[in-house]
């Protein structure tokens, strides 16, 4: 700490006085506008220095652990985790003082990032260093911030508000670390169950995923990002790996252009109108071409057809797969060439990229002023978010942001509203004279999978696991016990299952908590997550015995799913009395599952995906075309086990009187539709009021039902409330049989209601002329 504290006073004296100097270059004016700044500084660049800042590495203090852990032949096939073969740690800390680094990601210390900025000081023209994180939901992978529900679990809650305010939090706790770059929003469009970064998405839907990617985006950048509070948000991954052949993360996507832009490209195009200022291109190949050489994707759509002014960002080592995975360039120089040709700015990261791009510019492959439009958008960050003037952080100020009391009372209402009542036979919520004597147990009850994916591990005390919740917020006379059967779910013993049975047989209930497990720092006993694609969707490892072992006994079983994924569960559902899907719901999970078990919170949350009865039925979406179920399977029902927008309540609404204001528009007419929801219960509720259209008939074929509205109420008993939408002609638009985007003339139905199910739909019509 006495090294780091020394670094930044000696960088602290270095800055003033540069700033006190009469012949003070004008890239290092602040009152400078950013354009002229960045202007002036790259007339003083060498060709070198320019394209050092397209070159990105991961921190020093990573190398050094990936360096002891893995092998070569590990370091080709990860995603997470890297070194550089032949370059030490020392070599690159070098390169960084000699300006030929330009970003860094996986820094995951204050210190750290400190060090890396005052290495950067030392270079010839004193170019602050970019740092990047996946703050995918929260800092999560800095130890002591504040982890929020996973982005599935985010989308569950259909409110926007608070995407967009836990992001701004996430900004705050990012720039007190060192960090100014969040790999996040993923606006990947969900479809397949069996893939392993379901859970880092906002799920299946094109308008709930471009809605929360919105959301994410304005609570980053908080318009052009300029400050110390703000960071740079990126989208991705451009495109389609969300839709993999075999369900595993970087195979082959085939996907009609069709398919891409009424599905996986509209997040995309929303997140940069609402002025995302980077991309990251996705691992797969689309169509036959590898997103990371696609100037189609990169150029032709995003640049020159929806105007993005940011910059693009490879995914890891992704370039170099052009070459030795994909096979279309014969070597690394020429991979290069393929992909900043067709639009690459950044690289993730490491050697090999610096040397071939100089070359191609001295061959004249590549014009100068492709790197110059490249190194323009990366500086513009740079001077935007106040690095020049302030690279470094206050150590002393950190515990003052993160985990800070605002951000945990965001946290815990983020996890309330995500959590998932799939089913209630009635035991819950659950009555405290008849409940006395509860047993918890499962591989998930308590330790930390409920964090999920891109989250370190956090010292105990800041997060509240299931068991721990249900300590805090039982009942005094309630009497809780857990038992531990081990939390490898690959590992499993079924001796363990015989004496939790056993245990549970002297207890009036037990709570069962089972799942998945995407800890991070655990990454071989990881069964989701980044890379961690599945051939089935069921509970994996031994983990259906132990439900059906305690289902035996004859006593009450309560089972909660903790999971990135959705799990096909059609067993527990006919056959347990109570379903809980708590998603990876963060820091205080378990006290938001213990609330809603114990009726201290009425669940509201709704599915932002659809759950398959069994793997077999991938795809399963409740956008469907109308030839989807046209034929039924042998021994299985079609259609979800869950469909898209279900979620139960402890109470229930009522819908009534929708009507539509003019019922006959013109193309490019607006209309509106009302509709009474009434709480209906006993207690007050939250309903996630749903707005659906369908085109009855057109010109190529539509979608049974598209998403197009939502709105969240809070009802007390007996309340009732109107809930008006617009409906405009966007909403009524797609690409016709010609591939021509607009409306056609027709008669669409408006269907509104509490989830994708028919049954809970009113529906009206609507007639465009």
Known sequence: MNREIILIFILSILIFFSFQNPKLPLYLDKTQPVKNRVKDLMSRMTLEEKIGQMCQYVGLEHMKKAEKELTKEELLANDARGFYPNLHSTEVA?????????????????????????????????????????????????????????????ASSFDTELVEKLSRETALEMRATGSHWAFTPNVDVARDARWGRVGETFGEDPFLVSEMGVAMVKGLQQGDFSGDRKVVACIKHLVGGSQPANGLNASPTDISERTLREVFLPPFKAAIEAGCYSVMQAHNEINGVPCHSSKWLMTDILRNEWGFEGFYVSDWMDIERIHWLHKVAENQKEACFQSVAAGMDMHMHGPN??????????????????????????????????????????????????????????????????????????????????????????????????????????????????????????PENTEITFFDVGENIKKLEESKFEEATKLAAEHDLTILVVGENSMRYKWRDKTAGENKGRANIDLSGKQFELVLSLHLIGKPVIVVLVSGRPLSTPWISENIPVLLNAWEPGSFGGQAIAEILFGKVNPSAKLPISIPRSVGQIQTFYNHKPSHYFHKYVFEKSGALYPFGYGLSYTKFQYSDLKIADSKILKDGNTTVTVTVKNIGQVVGEEIVQLYIRDEYSSATRPVMELKGFSRIDLQPNESQEITFEITPKMLSFYNGEMEYGVESGTFDIMVGGSSRKKDLKSVNLLVR
């Open 94 to 154: 070098k390169m960084t003082e000699e300006g030929k680094i330009g970003s860094f990601l996986h820094v995951l210390t204050a210190e750290e990032a400190n060090y890396l900025q005052t290495l950067a000081q030392k270079s010839r023209l004193k170019i602050p260093v970019l740092i990047g994180i996946d703050a995918i939901h929260g800092n999560a992978m800095v130890n002591g911030t504040t982890v929020y529900p996973s982005p599935i679990s985010l």
């Open 353 to 474: 990229f610096l040397e071939p791009v100089s070359e191609l510019v001295r061959e004249k492959r590549l014009s100068e002023e492709r790197i110059n439009y490249a190194c323009e958008k990366i500086l513009t960050a740079k001077f935007k978010l106040g690095l020049f003037e302030n690279p470094v952080v206050e150590l002393d100020k950190i515990k003052e942001v993160v985990f800070q009391e605002a951000h945990q009372n965001t946290a815990l209402e983020a996890a309330r509203k995500s959590i998932v009542l799939l089913k209630n036979d009635g035991i819950l919520p659950l009555d405290k004279s008849k409940y006395k004597k509860i047993l918890v147990t499962g591989p998930n009850a308590n330790n930390q999978t409920l964090l999920g994916d891109w989250a370190m591990q956090h010292t105990d005390e800041q997060v509240i696991t299931v068991y721990e919740g249900l300590k805090k917020i039982a």
